[in-house]
């Protein structure tokens, strides 16, 4: 049997699986994030542990699973954070994970330094502080005396991994999240570092993300609850590991869509992809030689997820569905939502964005703002499809997964404003969890190759664009872009993060 965790924003989603990969069970253990004005979001890395721990030992309790009976343990994390750790491998701060923007200063001075063309076309990303990189100046910078302390630097799922078997090491889908990797050398880059600042000594080794890179020791063994001795395979970032659980492999495979707190469209490819207006970015795909250009927005679900707790702040955790019920036959012509909670990378990237409703009226109520927001998530990944249309990638076919991907509502919305034919996967939620089963798979020698993944989920449904409502859509979207342009002076005036 194969253990995957997926430490995601909002908790771990662990799953187990059969040795080639099928799902047998999955649980969900959430943690907290600190989110505070001046672009803070934080986590504890000790609460990423405890997670993986309790969720483990809850997997086996629950399928009635034998611990002897775990033959491999694989990883999917969340990017771009910066885990920062002493000579001991212990965290000297909480974790800046990718939310957090606060570096933009630093990020900027490191564009100047190399030029954002000649940036791009080394990382396969723009300079930005969503970025591990700028996030470790941030420190530097700020925290001189913590800085001081700091021997490592990480991403969350290779700090656990650190933990499980006493290896630091990262991958190259993970180190490409990072802003700190050439990624046609497949290392660190020596010319960004420099132009950083930052030894090159503070970051892991690279290892491929089928890579077997420790075992289980016994004192981790005792509190994860599996046997000591069991290989761990480093796995990969979960957007990467999204498109194997999607079972995007190839480019041939089409493309796929992410609807978890950040969301995402994307796909693969045999080369970095290079938009000439920068609105995409590129990562390392899991499977050695490929690539994943993918144009990522900062609050997708979060948007939802948001929204949902401003109208239901008592719901639990069933508000999301109790927003979404009755609310397809609203009519939200005039009303647009600007989903730039957490600031935006694809396709502006302008960490000084900022959510807004734009055209209230007196007699919009909870269902229009709720679809305002399905709309302007579906209306900002718009543009992101534009780019991938423009660059000869036709975007006509989408598997859709993540924890949005339950909403048939969210679906057809999408459908409608995309014009593409959207497809449910059968395993949603448990997506990224499957794509680190399948490489703990490859990389343990429990199966053959990464081809396994196609045959693991299946379409459950499929939704057509209506031609009248994508006509109807095509033109609110440009009045949806218009609407940002008109208040981009605005937020780079307005100082958001002084507030």
Not at 9 to 28: C, E, F, M, Q
Not at 107 to 126: M, N, V
Not at 414 to 419: E, F, H, N, P, S
Request: glycine share 10%; proline share 5%; aromatic share 8%.
């Amino acid at each position: 049997m194969i253990i995957a965790h997926d430490l995601g924003t909002t908790g771990n989603k662990a799953s187990l699986h059969t040795d080639d990969g099928r799902l047998v069970t999955a649980v969900t253990v959430r943690y907290d994030t600190d989110f505070r004005a001046g672009g803070i979001a934080e986590q504890d890395p000790e609460s990423w542990w405890r997670a993986v721990c309790r969720a483990g030992r809850e997997l086996l309790a629950r399928s009635g699973t034998p611990p002897e009976r775990i033959g491999a343990i694989g990883f999917s994390g969340q990017m771009m954070g910066a885990v920062l750790l002493d000579s001991a491998h212990r965290p000297v701060r909480p974790a800046m994970i990718w939310a957090d923007h606060r570096s933009a200063e630093q990020a900027g001075t490191l564009a100047a330094e190399l030029g954002e063309e000649r940036a791009y076309r080394l990382l396969g990303h723009r300079i930005h502080p969503t970025y591990s990189l700028a996030k470790v100046m941030w420190v530097r910078d700020h925290e001189p005396r913590t800085f001081r302390r700091v021997a490592h630097m990480c991403l969350a799922k290779d700090y656990v991994v650190q933990r499980l078997t006493g290896t630091l090491v990262t991958d190259p889908s993970d180190a490409s999240s990072t802003n700190a990797f050439d990624q046609r050398a497949g290392t660190w880059s020596r010319a960004v570092l420099d132009a950083a600042a930052i030894d090159p000594g503070l970051l892991p080794d690279i290892a491929e993300s089928t890579s077997v890179v420790g075992r289980v020791r016994a004192r981790a063994a005792e509190e994860a609850g599996v046997p000591a001795g069991v290989p761990v395979v480093i796995g990969g970032g979960d957007g990467p590991l999204a498109a194997l659980g999607a079972g995007v492999l190839t480019p041939e495979d089409g493309a796929y869509t992410y609807l978890g707190s950040s969301s995402w469209i994307s796909m693969s490819a045999r080369r970095p992809l290079y938009d000439p207006a920068r609105r995409t970015m590129t990562f390392n795909h899991v499977l050695p030689g490929h690539y994943v250009p993918t144009a990522t927005m900062q609050a997708g679900g979060a948007s939802l997820e948001w929204i949902a707790q401003v109208l239901r702040p008592e719901g639990g955790p069933e508000r999301i569905a109790r927003t979404l019920a009755d609310i397809e036959d609203a009519d939200t012509t005039g009303l647009y939502f600007l989903p730039h909670l957490l600031g935006e990378r694809s396709p502006y990237w302008n960490a000084d964005a900022r959510g807004a409703f734009v055209g209230l009226s007196r007699h919009h109520g909870p269902a229009h703002l709720a679809k305002a927001v399905l709309e302007g998530v579906a209306f900002n990944l718009a543009t992101c499809v534009g780019a991938f249309r423009e660059a000869g990638h036709p975007v006509d076919r989408v598997d859709a997964i993540g924890g949005g991907a339950a909403s048939d509502l969210w679906l057809r919305v999408l459908a409608d404003v995309w014009g593409a034919r959207i497809r449910r996967r059968s395993i949603v939620e448990e997506a990224n969890s499957l794509g680190a089963a399948v490489t703990a798979a490859v990389g343990s020698g429990l199966v053959d190759g990464f081809e396994v993944a196609r045959e693991l989920s299946e379409v459950q449904a499929e939704f057509t664009p209506a031609a009248d409502r994508h006509r109807d859509y095509a033109a609110r979207h440009r009045e949806f872009l218009d609407a940002y342009r008109s208040l981009e002076p605005w937020f780079a005036n307005s100082h958001p993060l002084d507030n």
